[in-house]
């Protein structure tokens, strides 16, 4: 079998997802007595300075690694990503028409949501052939009085990711980062917001991050009376994401994978690991002739590689043998079948050359 450091297997999963070891052993080491307090971060007050102080750092360090202007507000709100699925109309459809772009399972399940709070335009979709790319946006019909434009950035599923922003024609975008938050530079200004469910990349699962452009923050009295108040971002802002009780444990354990970037050196850094082990995966693939990749190179998503074999069972086969091996979570998602290897931040090169070794052998003594 092949295992990390304390026998822990190499997990692929797409989510709840694999953290870096550093950061586990850091929580590990103040679970019972964090820094002094006498009591775990999950036993502690929200309203104590010891958390104040947990959730302050984490903030500002977020706006250091993605240098967020002064002019965004960040949000930690408990219901994962998909909860925005239905916030962001709520919030941002002033005039009750929006644009989205469907590339891929997350996209299709936001437009589907959105269109209980008013219009929604598909200016541009993939599947035609499968959310295998992403559709040219870079001349949309987008109308006047169109919201925003939205995308899911990194598609978790299909494993496409963006190249190139849409063009918005001048309105807002709204993006859905959720599979590739923090896994390289961005730049906050060409969003009007920007969210991430933390347990696909930085935290454990039941947290969101949102990013919002203030003048974008409506005054919970300007919204639809049956909008509910948890469901405003301008609670979260007026209330420095502490109108009720938040996911702490969330929100520290994110918050030492924060400190964690900005000890190697930031997203510059993490970017290049992340290209360089992604190459590790691909090259494999494009050689292989039992295993192939479902996108479009063009599209390839550094955090999330599916894969096939030539049938279904071949594929199970596969699983079963990779899982009796040390390796976890590469079965595709039910919606799509085949295999998937999700490969974000805390996953060492190291465990993708270990998979491509297995696999390789796997093929080369097939039948034998």
């Not at 693939?285 to 955090?303: A, I, P, W």
Request: aromatic letters at 10%.
């Amino acid at each position: 079998r092949c295992l990390m450091k304390y026998d822990r297997i190499y997990n692929f999963s797409a989510g709840p997802s694999i953290l870096p070891e550093e950061v586990l052993e850091s929580v590990r080491d103040n679970l019972m007595n964090y820094e002094g307090s006498g009591m775990c971060v999950m036993e502690m007050s929200h309203r104590s300075k010891v958390f104040q102080k947990i959730i302050d750092e984490a903030e500002q360090d977020l706006r250091d690694l993605m240098n967020i202007p002064d002019n965004y507000k960040v949000l930690f709100i408990q219901g994962g990503a998909t909860l925005q699925f239905a916030m962001i109309p709520m919030n941002l459809m002033k005039n009750g028409v929006a644009c989205y772009i469907d590339t891929g399972a997350w996209s299709s399940k936001a437009i589907k949501e959105a269109k209980k709070y008013g219009e929604v335009i598909v200016a541009a979709s993939s599947k035609d052939k499968n959310y295998s790319y992403i559709p040219d946006c870079s001349d949309l019909d987008i109308p006047d009085d169109a919201d925003y434009v939205y995308i899911c950035e990194n598609e978790t599923i299909h494993g496409v990711t963006w190249q190139k922003l849409p063009n918005t024609k001048g309105k807002i975008l709204v993006s859905d980062q959720s599979s590739m938050f923090l896994s390289k530079p961005c730049n906050v200004s060409d969003y009007g917001m920007i969210y991430g469910g933390v347990q696909k990349n930085i935290g454990p699962a039941g947290m969101v991050i949102c990013i919002v452009r203030e003048d974008l923050i409506r005054d919970a009295s300007e919204l639809p009376v049956w909008v509910p108040t948890y469901c405003a971002y301008s609670t979260h802002a007026n209330n420095g994401s502490m109108y009720n009780t938040p996911n702490c444990w969330s929100i520290y354990v994110c918050g030492q994978v924060f400190k964690y970037l900005k000890r190697i050196g930031g997203l510059e850094v993490m970017n290049q690991r992340n290209i360089d082990k992604a190459k590790v995966m691909y090259d494999f693939l494009d050689q292989s002739k039992m295993f192939n990749g479902t996108v479009d190179k063009e599209f390839r998503s550094l955090m999330n590689i599916p894969f096939v074999t030539e049938s279904a069972e071949l594929d199970a086969e596969v699983v079963a043998a990779t899982k009796a091996a040390g390796f976890d979570n590469l079965k595709g998602h039910k919606s799509v079948g085949g295999l998937r290897a999700s490969i974000y931040n805390a996953m060492p090169k190291e465990g993708v050359e270990a998979l491509v070794r297995f696999l390789s052998e796997f093929e080369a003594n097939y039948k034998k």
